[in-house]
Structure formats: C-alpha cells, structure tokens
C-alpha cells in the first residue's frame, strides 16, 4: 500500500528557471496539501486541492507559485522564475477527507522535494 | 492568528522520560496532530487526537485538552533513535489545513 509519493526527491535549478513537483496521493485520499519548510523553519501550509479544485490557497505566494489537482494523474506545484528564496523543502501530504474530523482522517506526508536554486 | 507554540528544544537521558508541550488557540480549533521529523526526512504521524483526554501507543503517548488549548507528548524510554523535532499541528474549522509549531528539537544523550 503505497504512501504519498512525491518526485522529484532533489531538484535544482538556476535562478528563473521553472520547478515542477508532483505528488500521488495514498490510495483512497481525495485531498492533497502542499507545505514548504524553509531551512531550520517549521512548515508553513501552501494550498489545499481535491481533484480539479483549488480548495484553499491561502498559504500561497501571490505570484510565480501555482498548484493543480487534475482529474487524472498527479498534482503539481509549479514555481516560475525561480529565486534562492524558494530554496526549501516542499513537502505533500493527503487525507482521506476533512470537516469533523476523526481518528481515520490522518493526514500522511510524502518524503518531500527538495528544491534548491543556485 | 492561530500560533501554536512549543519549546524549541529539550534534552533528555536515554531510558529516560520526556513531556514536550504544545499549546494552541482553541478558535475554532478541530484536532491535534503530533509528528516526528528527522533531519533531511519527512514528517512521520505519531499520533492525531480530537477527544480530551490521553491516548496511549507504546511508548509514546499524547494528551488534549480542549478547554485549555494544550497538549502534550510523552516520550517514555528514550532511546537514542528518538533524537528528532517533534511537530505539533493544528488543525481549523472545516478544513484540514494543519498549523504548526516551530519544532521542538530533542536531544537524547546517552
């Protein structure tokens, strides 16, 4: 039973170039979360999807970051123009779904993509 | 805001027991998600509570209260392996957009 997986594991990229990452969430989990931790930093909440919606995009950079969910395949953060200041972890995490929650809505995080810009 | 605070790090001896302490804004507040973190890892779950009270799995155990907007983990015969941060997450209304703390680093020293 697979957990979240998340690919690129390491990725590097010169300034304004494009970064892409993707994460499959768990069997049976509907809802993807994107967090980045900068380095030392806790995470910080970036976007909540469920297939073809943008649940909650509070936690996102105003510009040069998007996220989808698409009806088929995997979500993807997207960074435009990147700069060293996106240097992080950017983990994804999955759940089966959210309102009251209960002990089988465990929210699973994948290993994580480490972007650093150079 | 929805701070979520937490020591920023403990030490402790192997064998020993260790109490790592969260508190958070009770607003809207829905659950209470402990993980484990590795330097360079993931975040591993440990334990996710809703109800007051303390739930037990082996050696480690968390408790909520509601009321008081805090929680803790407890970390019963450390062992060297246990040396990580400990992340304790919140989570708000009817999302489960989770909160967290800064970390608490914990060190256990032979």
């Known amino acids: 039973n697979a957990g979240v997986m998340q690919n690129p594991r390491h990725l590097v990229r010169r300034r304004g170039q494009e970064a892409r990452l993707r994460c499959s969430p768990m069997k049976g989990h509907s809802h993807v979360y994107w967090y980045r931790q900068l380095p030392e930093e806790g995470l910080k909440f970036m976007v909540y999807l469920q297939k073809e919606n943008i649940i909650d995009e509070s936690g996102m950079p105003k510009e040069r970051f998007s996220a989808e969910f698409p009806k088929e395949g995997p979500s993807i953060l997207r960074i435009q123009q990147v700069v060293r200041g996106d240097s992080a972890a950017y983990f994804c995490?999955?759940?089966?779904?959210?309102?009251?929650?209960?002990?089988?809505?465990?929210?699973?995080f994948g290993e994580g993509s480490w972007l650093t810009v150079v | 805001g929805q701070n979520i605070d937490q020591p920023t790090e403990m030490t402790a001896t192997e064998g020993a027991i260790v109490q790592i302490n969260c508190t958070y804004q009770?607003?809207?507040?829905?659950?209470l998600f402990w993980y484990q973190q590795h330097a360079g890892e993931a975040p591993t779950f440990l334990s996710y509570n809703v109800l007051d009270g303390l739930e037990e799995k082996g050696r480690f155990s968390s408790f909520l209260s509601r009321s008081k907007g805090y929680s803790y983990l407890l970390l019963k015969e450390l062992q060297m392996k246990d040396s990580a941060s400990y992340l304790c997450?919140?989570?708000?209304?009817?999302?489960?957009?989770?909160?967290f703390g800064g970390g608490t680093r914990l060190m256990v020293k032979p």
């Open positions: 997450a919140a989570s708000y209304n009817a999302g489960n957009m989770l909160t």
């Open positions: 995490a999955s759940s089966r779904s959210p309102g009251q929650s209960f002990s089988g809505n465990t929210i699973y």
């Open positions: 009770t607003s809207g507040f829905n659950g």
